[in-house]
């Protein structure tokens, strides 16, 4: 790794004018879990001059209700959301998708934000120096993306435009299913952007001087909501996933009042199945309905040359998750 200044932000207000000072040849460091080793492997072309800390900035890390909404603030760790009693208890989905990710050790110090602004996976893009990289690509502003006529076996069937690299958060799949909201601070402001929207074609909607402070998800329905998380993946019990599947399936009466899926690792942000979800509303569930709505949520889907192993592998997870007895 080559050597680079490392300044401790103590408020947000700090951070954002050492961001402003090294003009974008500073980035933010929170967990580091992503951005050590995107450093270590030189997968970039651009080298930053600073890394700032911003685990050193107090309260941005707590988990509360505070009226109609759950708050969890940016340096949250993922281990914390994984066992808050709170967010096991109301807000299950995104507990369960802390638990999916990577190892107890990486969860320690992975942070929320972090993990919503944690770079792609494609192989072309981590291609290491070592080996022979840094790589260009469409993603890195110079060159096609390599992906569409090489191996793109673990890239988008939903949604990809001119990069196919998948969004590789768990955490956003539980968030876009829980309606979540982002909030992010700059000198000029604050504003919030739904977790789909955050992630952008060639990279997320962050500008230079921009941080993630927040996540606001609004108050979880009662006890007759059923929240589930699937993840598939190639390796247990750590890997990314090949594809993910939240549900939150509201049920009054015996029937399906509201459902919300969200698919994930099947396109460049998290997917809301909103035609499977108007499946399964006014009715009882059941395999017809699980399967009719595991059709819908594929329906748009338009593999790559060596993705469609991952249509069905997402159908079934759907119709897993909806079927699924999990609490
Ligand atoms: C072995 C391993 C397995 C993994 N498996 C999974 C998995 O299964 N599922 C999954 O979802 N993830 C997985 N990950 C990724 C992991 O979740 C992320 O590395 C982690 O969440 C990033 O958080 P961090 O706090 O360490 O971020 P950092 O590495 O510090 O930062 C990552 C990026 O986010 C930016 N950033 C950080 N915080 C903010 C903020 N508040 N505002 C703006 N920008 C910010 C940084 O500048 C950097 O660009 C895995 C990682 C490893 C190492
Ligand atoms: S999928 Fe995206 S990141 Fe990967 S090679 Fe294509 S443009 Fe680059």
């Not at 941005?60 to 009693?85: H, N, T």
């Not at 108007?278 to 009882?284: A, D, L, N």
């Not at 338009?302 to 997402?314: D, G, H, W």
Request: aromatic content about 6%.
């Amino acid at each position: 790794m080559r050597s680079l200044k490392h300044i401790s932000a103590g408020t947000v207000d700090e951070a954002w004018s050492l961001l402003r000072k090294y003009k974008g040849k500073a980035r933010l460091h929170a967990g580091g879990t992503d951005l050590l080793s995107t450093l270590k492997g030189e997968i970039l072309f651009d080298y930053p001059e600073a890394l700032i800390d911003i685990k050193t900035i107090s309260g941005l890390d707590e988990i509360r209700e505070d009226g109609d909404s759950l708050k969890i603030g940016a340096l949250a760790k993922l281990s914390d959301i994984a066992k808050s009693p709170l967010l096991g208890e109301r807000y299950g989905v995104l507990a369960k998708a802390a638990r999916s990710v990577a190892t107890p050790q990486v969860r320690n110090m992975a942070t929320l934000g972090g993990n919503l602004c944690q770079d792609v996976r494609c192989w072309y893009y981590r291609y290491p120096r070592h080996i022979g990289g840094p790589m260009h690509c469409l993603r890195k502003g110079d060159g096609p993306c390599l992906a569409v006529s090489g191996d793109n076996r673990y890239h988008a069937i939903l949604g990809g435009k001119r990069c196919f690299a998948v969004c590789p958060s768990d955490i956003a799949v539980a968030l876009a299913a829980l309606d979540a909201q982002i909030k992010i601070a700059s000198p000029k402001g604050e504003r919030r952007i739904a977790v789909a929207d955050f992630f952008g074609t060639l990279g997320n909607s962050l500008k230079r001087d921009e941080m993630v402070t927040e996540i606001e998800i609004p108050r979880a329905t009662g006890p007759a909501t059923k929240q589930t998380f699937l993840k598939f993946t190639l390796r247990r019990p750590v890997d990314f996933a090949i594809v993910s599947v939240a549900t939150i399936i509201t049920m009054e009466g015996g029937m399906c009042s509201d459902a919300r899926i969200a698919l994930g690792a099947v396109a460049p942000a998290p997917v809301r199945a909103r035609k499977a979800e108007e499946v399964m509303k006014g009715r009882s569930i059941d395999q017809k309905v699980a399967t009719e709505a595991a059709d819908q949520a594929v329906a748009g889907a338009k593999p790559l040359s060596m993705n469609a192993y991952k249509v069905e592998i997402t159908r079934r997870l759907v119709e897993r998750a909806i079927l699924s007895q999990d609490n």
